[in-house]
């Protein structure tokens, strides 16, 4: 799920808007993802939705300048299928996070369950944050049996005990980047039943091999070289073929596990071209309001004199001048093609950008340009100085070429207005670049 908030923590967009408990419109301000963004850093952060109440781990970003950013851009990617293949598996685990608390078990009753006594402060700041979502956070109750090799009481292996169940082999082991920890629960019941099964049947292959040894001395010495040479032989061939199944299980594994990674990675970079293509309409849409004053201006002047001129002609048509009806008509179609090129220029400014790149003349989007921001010109009053060759075309999507320009040319507008020398200047310094 991918989501955009203001400097505010207002959520402006979100993949999920269709859905009845969309995040649009809630303030995640309190979220320290957030705060690490509005920072100018690259947020991660784990925590249970206050929506849906499911968990996920979020990634964030700063929009725009990271010394002041403009909003902040949100991943969350969700955790239940990691968890899910877990509870197949024939031993059990758990995932805790820096504050000691399961944030993934293959037994979902461990789930956000504390490993560790919480202080009075520790729990009162995780509800202030709403990082588990005022779950009770009750203590799991795991306690040690014995400290296995050179492991402390925190770390490396250990018997444990889950209430009053047989002791398990806890094995723990940090996620890499993260203060995560990672446990992983065998149980020893029957490990140590395999352990016996496998010295048993060594005893009896023990005394089998003795017995054929025994046989193989009352026979003749070539005949037992032979014996001997051919089972050394088999089992060479039987240890090859085992290796070569191993490794081709590992090679069919790791192909596996590249496709489903790069599966993801081609989704994730679709869901971010969405959200890019998106950002950029609403920055169009944001540009059309604010020239929507101007536009609107351009348009009742035409509509005021076509008022005018149409009482007037019924007027001179009942007096039979038709002279001045003639020219009264002539100037309305005028006034009524100039609407239709502010209109035309205004609809292809604000509809969607397409796929690909097309030809566009570089000289007609700078006049879309300048006709668009007319009102805001004729306000400045600047010295305008063009140095477009014409006919030159650019490999590009015009729609947002002349975006590119109505940004430029209204913040020189905004530099030059107040200042004494009102001079623009449009020239391409070079076939990617562009100076106003």
């Known amino acids: 799920m991918v989501y955009v908030l203001d400097a505010r923590g207002k959520v402006l967009a979100t993949s999920n808007w269709q859905r009845p408990d969309s995040y649009l419109g809630e303030d995640l301000s309190f979220r320290p993802y957030f705060r690490t963004a509005m920072e100018g850093q690259l947020g991660r952060f784990y925590g249970v939705g206050?929506?849906?109440?499911?968990?996920?781990?979020?990634?964030?970003?700063p929009l725009g300048e990271r010394d002041n950013p403009d909003g902040v851009a949100v991943v969350k990617i969700g955790l239940e299928p990691l968890e899910n293949r877990w509870q197949g598996a024939d031993s059990q685990m758990l995932l805790a996070d820096e504050n000691g608390v399961v944030i993934l078990a293959s037994d979902p009753s461990w789930k956000l369950a504390a490993l560790h006594p919480l202080s009075p402060d520790a729990r009162e700041r995780l509800a202030r944050s709403l990082q588990y979502n005022r779950a009770?956070?009750?203590?799991?109750?795991?306690?040690?049996?014995?400290?296995?090799?050179?492991?402390?009481?925190?770390?490396?292996?250990r018997l444990v005990r889950l209430r009053q169940g047989p002791p398990m082999l806890a094995q723990q082991a940090a996620l890499p980047g993260t203060d995560w920890q990672l446990t992983l629960l065998s149980n020893t019941s029957q490990a140590r039943v395999v352990a016996l099964n496998s010295a048993a049947l060594a005893g009896v292959l023990t005394a089998f091999v003795l017995l054929l040894g025994a046989a193989w001395n009352v026979r003749r010495r070539v005949i037992g070289?032979?014996?001997?040479?051919?089972?050394?032989?088999?089992?060479?061939?039987?240890e090859l073929e085992r290796k070569v199944a191993e490794r081709t299980a590992d090679l069919s594994t790791t192909n596996q596990r590249l496709?489903?990674?790069?599966?993801?990675?081609?989704?994730?970079?679709?869901v971010l071209r969405q959200a890019q293509d998106g950002l950029l309409q609403a920055g169009k849409l944001a540009a059309v309001g604010q020239m929507s004053t101007g536009i609107a201006h351009e348009l009742n002047q035409p509509l005021a004199a076509l008022r005018t001129i149409s009482g007037n002609t019924s007027k001179f048509l009942d007096r039979g001048d038709y002279d001045t009806v003639r020219a009264n008509l002539g100037t309305i179609i005028s006034l009524v093609e100039r609407m239709g090129r502010i209109t035309g220029a205004l609809k292809s400014f604000a509809r969607k950008s397409g796929n690909g790149l097309r030809q566009a003349e570089l000289a007609q989007a700078v006049d879309n340009a300048l006709f668009l921001l007319d009102t805001r010109i004729e306000a400045v009053q600047p010295r305008l100085q063009r140095e477009i060759e014409p006919g030159l075309l650019v490999a590009c999507d015009p729609n947002r070429l002349e975006q590119v320009l109505v940004n430029l040319l209204g913040n020189a507008l905004d530099a030059v207005t107040g200042a004494r020398s009102r001079r623009y200047r449009c020239m391409p310094t070079s076939a990617a670049g562009w100076r106003t």
């Open 259 to 270: 496709q489903g990674e790069v599966a993801e990675r081609i989704r994730t970079e679709a």
């Open 50 to 61: 206050t929506t849906r109440s499911e968990s996920g781990y979020y990634l964030s970003a």
């Open 225 to 238: 070289e032979r014996l001997a040479a051919r089972a050394a032989l088999e089992a060479a061939n039987s």
């Open 136 to 157: 009770p956070l009750p203590q799991l109750p795991l306690s040690n049996v014995r400290v296995l090799g050179n492991g402390s009481g925190n770390s490396g292996d």
